[in-house]
């Protein structure tokens, strides 16, 4: 691909003829909801990273899990950004072309206790006998939610009154108008609540649950060859990305990403860059560590939900992002 250029330089004009320029590959990618959680992804876009690449990013939200997998499956989109969970579900089911996790974006999980008042001192405890709204059965959120109550003890099943038989995009409303003593919110939802002083936040399930691989990019085993180029490219892009979000300072993040929350106030927006960097859930690099997964696959099977015999060297190809982290 050629370009030409004139400069002007002290009145002279001079042309320069260059060849060799990258040719742009455009990257159909489907993000499972738009959320501040996948901050680095638009980061990435925003900065010019993913540019730098050689990577034209067409960035599609399709709300959930099941829509997002059926559009990769069936080459509607070119990489996933999806609960790892996702791919264990797909493997369970013997596709012809295993859906395989190459890239983490988030390493916690991003939900935050929240009560209907600030608790000084508080203890898990003090859960037992009351009224949780929790999140939707089957999935991350829940399965996490659940495993950090079982951990302190606490029975969700018995030891409280869990609601989970509200839709995802109700609950907060359901809180708001009454229902429930604790619910588990995703921001900025959680500190709207605070700032309205509707609730408070008082835990964070993602501190209390550790590392997972939340939400990350998976594509087709068989993207891996056909198209090894982009794939480690966009990965190279993704770990420039996660390195600036943790260098800048919250408020320049901010800035970057707010064209994607066009309705959330700018320092909202910083607000949670700030409490979601604090506690380490944007990842500091694309590498899904065995661990992780390890810690994934207890979640799923104390939730009774892992009839698949899952292993991490089959669903985790981590070469590209072990390549760009060297």
Not at 106 to 118: H, I, K, P, W, Y
Not at 231 to 239: C, D, G, N, P
Request: one cysteine or more; hydrophobic letters at 40%; a negative charge.
């Amino acid at each position: 691909m050629k370009w030409i250029r004139y400069l002007c330089l002290f009145g002279v004009i001079m042309l320069v003829v260059g060849c060799g320029d990258k040719e742009m590959q455009d990257v159909k990618i489907g993000e499972v909801t738009r959320s501040i959680f996948y901050a680095p992804l638009y980061a990435a876009i925003e900065e010019g990273f993913f540019e730098e690449e050689g990577l034209n990013i067409k960035l599609s939200t399709i709300p959930g899990g099941d829509k997002t997998m059926t559009a990769l499956l069936s080459d509607g989109i070119d990489i996933a950004l999806i609960g790892a969970e996702t791919s264990i579900y797909v493997a369970g089911q013997n596709p012809n072309d295993v859906v395989v996790n190459f890239a983490q974006l988030t390493q916690t999980d991003g939900t935050f206790l929240v009560a209907r008042e600030e608790i000084e001192n508080f203890n898990w405890d003090m859960l037992k006998g009351s009224t949780f709204l929790g999140q939707r059965v089957g999935g991350m959120p829940q399965m996490a939610g659940e495993f950090v109550l079982k951990g302190h003890n606490i029975d969700p099943h018995n030891d409280l009154t869990l609601i989970q038989n509200i839709d995802f995009a109700n609950i907060a409303n359901a809180f708001a108008s009454g229902t429930g003593d604790y619910v588990q919110l995703f921001e900025p939802t959680a500190s709207i609540f605070e700032q309205q002083g509707t609730g408070k936040i008082v835990a964070s399930f993602g501190e209390e649950l550790g590392r997972i691989p939340y939400t990350g990019f998976m594509a087709k085993e068989s993207k891996f060859d056909k198209d090894k180029e982009m794939i480690e490219s966009f990965t190279k892009a993704l770990y420039k990305a996660q390195k600036w979000v943790y260098e800048q300072p919250a408020a320049d993040v901010a800035k970057s990403i707010a064209p994607y929350f066009e309705d959330t106030d700018l320092a909202l927006i910083e607000k949670v860059v700030t409490r979601y960097r604090d506690q380490q859930s944007f990842a500091t690099d694309p590498i899904i560590e065995e661990d992780e997964f390890q810690n994934l696959l207890n979640v799923m099977s104390e939730a009774g939900v892992l009839e698949y015999d899952a292993t991490y060297e089959e669903l985790v190809n981590r070469t590209f992002a072990d390549k760009v982290v060297k």
